[in-house]
T-cell receptor, first 112, second 116 residues
Framework: DAGITQSPRHKVTETGTPVTLRCHQT?????MYWYRQDPGHGLRLIHY???????DKGEVSDGYSVSRSKTEDFLLTLESATSSQTSVYFC???????????FGPGTRLTVL | AQKITQTQPGMFVQEKEAVTLDCTYD???????LFWYKQPSSGEMIFLIY??????QNATEGRYSLNFQKARKSANLVISASQLGDSAMYFC?????????????FGTGTRLLVSP
């Protein structure tokens, strides 16, 4: 199994508070991704990174920011959480562009 | 338009039988890749199989095979000899060169239930 961990695994927060989710990998893979999973939508890409300090937006990036200061860590920040951001968040990694992506265990976020 | 369409919200199969999960895709890009992932009730996403648009043969991985029909834009997953542990959600996904080779677009999934 690919070495990917996500923290926290579960979080309940209130509307308007900032939230940061962390993805940590031990595989030294270049590419990292953040997805959200909602019923009826499958997984949708929020942001991705193609190297340290190199990031780009995905399909549903509004309300989210990311940072990658080290190869192994990719942070997803909700500056001011809203109830529409209640979801399960998955981090993924891939070694080469276009290769299969390996997923972390997910973080269940509830915004009240 | 949906890039990836999985028309079967749920499928049932008996243990040891084969089952086909449908996936159709929409792209004008000649270079693309198709993936299948499994998500058991525990929640993790497990990569199953990959098919490249230029691959001449259908991909196979153990009991999983991908029935790739390029002209019909379909990439159905075939699971042979189903097992109880195959009960899960299955997602089809695609990446295209022209929208960013590293971006995956997922379908909404098919829930498979394998009965004894």
């Amino acid at each position: 199994d690919a070495g990917i961990t996500q923290s926290p695994r579960h979080k309940v927060t209130e509307t308007g508070t900032p939230v940061t989710l962390r993805c940590h990998q031990t595989e030294n893979h270049r590419y990292m991704y953040w997805y959200r999973q909602d019923p009826g939508h499958g997984l949708r890409l929020i942001h991705y990174s193609y190297g340290v300090k190199d990031t780009d937006k995905g399909e549903v990036s509004d309300g989210y920011s990311v940072s990658r200061s080290k190869t192994e860590d990719f942070l997803l920040t909700l500056e001011s959480a809203t109830s529409s951001q209640t979801s399960v968040y998955f981090c993924a990694i891939s070694e080469l562009e276009g290769n299969e992506q390996f997923f972390g265990p997910g973080t269940r976020l509830t915004v009240l | 338009a949906q890039k990836i369409t999985q028309t079967q919200p749920g499928m049932f199969v008996q243990e040891k039988e084969a089952v086909t999960l449908d996936c159709t895709y929409d792209t004008s890009d000649p270079s693309y890749g198709l993936f299948w992932y499994k998500q058991p009730s525990s929640g993790e996403m497990i990569f199953l199989i990959y098919q490249g648009s230029y691959d001449q043969q259908n991909a196979t991985e153990g009991r999983y095979s991908l029935n790739f029909q390029k002209a019909r834009k379909s990439a159905n997953l075939v699971i042979s000899a189903s097992q109880l542990g195959d009960s899960a959600m299955y997602f089809c996904a695609m990446r295209e060169v022209n929208t960013g080779f590293q971006k995956l677009v997922f379908g909404t999934g098919t829930r498979l239930l394998v009965s004894p």
